[in-house]
């Protein structure tokens, strides 16, 4: 038995945001909030905010932070870039990345930084695992209900924790769902 890179996208992720966590931690965690958070003052002028639209999704708060995106990254992301490819499945995570930091800037005046909204992208894109053209998966139903649903609910709190992530990202996971193929 060997050890095999099976999810290149997923993997090279996943290790990029731990370097970028521990990297962050050795530099007296100035890394994070200089290149891997977007804040909603973007100068358009400054070529580092552009690369924090999307950038932002590699950045983490903490370990527990990581690890709880991680885990339904890591479960996640094999299945989806088998089904989709790799390519797409990168395209697909940075349009997340990219519409979530936009709209942040527009509507919010926190920084975002985390993967919450790739996570949530990945939940809806995979419950359209067995979707025929004609119907929808009362799976991908039952996703909107319990989690998007659960998120409405959880935006009524302070927490620091962005639900407009998770609802923005599981949107983009439905739409792919809706409009793209597997390979």
């Known amino acids: 038995?060997?050890?095999?890179?099976?999810?290149?996208?997923?993997?090279?992720?996943?290790?990029?945001?731990?370097?970028?966590?521990?990297?962050?931690?050795?530099?007296?965690s100035a890394l994070i909030p200089g290149l891997f958070t977007v804040y909603p003052d973007m100068s358009f002028h400054n070529p580092v905010a552009w690369f924090r639209l999307v950038s932002?999704?590699?950045?983490?708060?903490?370990a527990a932070h990581l690890m709880s995106n991680f885990v339904f990254i890591l479960l996640l992301g094999p299945i989806l870039e088998e089904k989709y490819g790799t390519k797409r499945l990168f395209i697909f995570v940075l349009i997340t990345a990219l519409v979530t930091g936009v709209l942040n800037i527009f509507f919010f005046n926190a920084g975002l930084l985390g993967a919450s909204g790739v996570v949530f992208m990945m939940i809806?894109?995979?419950?359209?695992?067995?979707?025929?053209?004609?119907?929808?998966?009362?799976?991908?139903?039952?996703?909107?209900?319990?989690f998007l649903g659960q998120e409405f609910v959880n935006a009524l709190s302070h927490d620091n924790i962005s639900q407009f992530a998770h609802i923005i990202g599981g949107l983009c996971g439905s739409i792919f769902g809706f409009k793209t193929k597997p390979v």
């Open 1 to 28: 038995m060997r050890i095999t890179y099976n999810a290149p996208f997923v993997l090279s992720y996943t290790l990029i945001c731990v370097s970028i966590l521990i990297a962050d931690r050795l530099t007296g």
């Open 56 to 62: 932002h999704i590699c950045g983490h708060v903490n």
């Open 124 to 146: 809806l894109l995979a419950s359209f695992s067995n979707f025929r053209e004609g119907e929808i998966p009362l799976t991908f139903i039952l996703i909107i209900v319990l």
